[in-house]
Nanobody
Framework: QLQLEESGGGSVQPGGSLRLSCTASTPTLRYYFAVGWFRQAPGKEREWVSCISSGGGDSRYVDSVKGRFTISRDNDKNTVYLQMNNLKTEDNAVYYC??????????????????WGQGTQVTVSS
């Protein structure tokens, strides 16, 4: 079964940057319809952040991160990245990646995604 592992989280000051990685355990990540990044802060529901199509040609972002975050992928490395710049305290959360399980997925709907990783913590504080 597909297993995903997130990495790259850490603690930064506001305005800092981090690059998260989502790496698949098998060379099959390209066969899924899309890969999404989600985050969950304490006391809040899991929120969609960004997603990228299997070929990397279609990338989408939640409004709150547009212009600051960039999603990309390297299928040869079975890895999807999330470059996060100008981080804000509002970005504090555990970040997860997952794959879209159906063709007619919607990036903003977590119910279409599966194979969730364990998450990586992003802490932004002054």
């Amino acid at each position: 079964q597909l297993q995903l592992e997130e990495s790259g989280g850490g603690s930064v000051q506001p305005g800092g940057s981090l690059r998260l990685s989502c790496t698949a355990s098998t060379p099959t990540l390209r066969y899924y319809f899309a890969v999404g990044w989600f985050r969950q802060a304490p006391g809040k529901e899991r929120e969609w952040v960004s997603c990228i199509s299997s070929g990397g040609g279609d990338s989408r972002y939640v409004d709150s991160v547009k212009g600051r975050f960039t999603i990309s992928r390297d299928n040869d490395k079975n890895t999807v990245y999330l470059q996060m710049n100008n981080l804000k305290t509002e970005d504090n959360a555990v970040y997860y990646c997952a794959v879209a399980l159906v063709r007619d997925y919607e990036c903003s709907e977590a119910r279409y995604f599966g194979s969730w990783g364990q998450g990586t913590q992003v802490t932004v504080s002054s």
